[in-house]
């Protein structure tokens, strides 16, 4: 059983960068893809960013892609979300995923049903 911790969230302006790391423990971390999701108050969780189990492939979304990073460290089992350029509609509360499929590289780590363990969530908010 994989248990994941977030931490790095935080208020910030906009135009502001932060860092959310995710450790994990529990489960062989470099076999599974990771990724970041997001909810804002009265909207559904949507997809931010995914990695694949070695840390070479990423999936964004459209409206982070080229302001977000995702990355991993499989030697101490925590994958980050660097954060630039924040704007007002990045608040949310941003969740750590893990998959449930090894070795899983393709677009599918866009999906939603392909994670079954979930952070406890860090806030973001954003200042305009």
């Known amino acids: 059983q994989v248990q994941l911790v977030e931490s790095g969230g935080g208020s910030v302006q906009a135009g502001d960068s932060l860092r959310l790391s995710c450790a994990a423990s529990?489960?062989?971390?470099?076999?599974?893809?990771m990724a970041w999701f997001r909810q804002a108050p009265g909207k559904e969780r949507e997809f931010v960013a995914g990695?694949?189990?070695?840390?070479?492939?990423?999936y964004y979304a459209d409206s982070v892609l080229g302001r977000f990073t995702i990355s991993r460290d499989n030697a101490k089992n925590t994958a980050y979300l660097q954060m630039n350029s924040l704007k007002s509609e990045d608040t949310a509360v941003y969740y750590c995923?893990?998959?449930?499929?090894?070795?899983?590289?393709?677009?599918?780590?866009?999906?939603?049903?392909?994670?079954?363990?979930w952070g406890q969530g860090a806030q973001v908010t954003v200042s305009s």
């Open positions: 995923a893990a998959g449930k499929t090894p070795f899983l590289s393709t677009i599918l780590l866009r999906n939603r049903n392909e994670y079954e363990t």
């Open positions: 529990g489960r062989n971390f470099s076999r599974f893809p």
């Open positions: 990695i694949n189990y070695s840390g070479r492939n990423g």
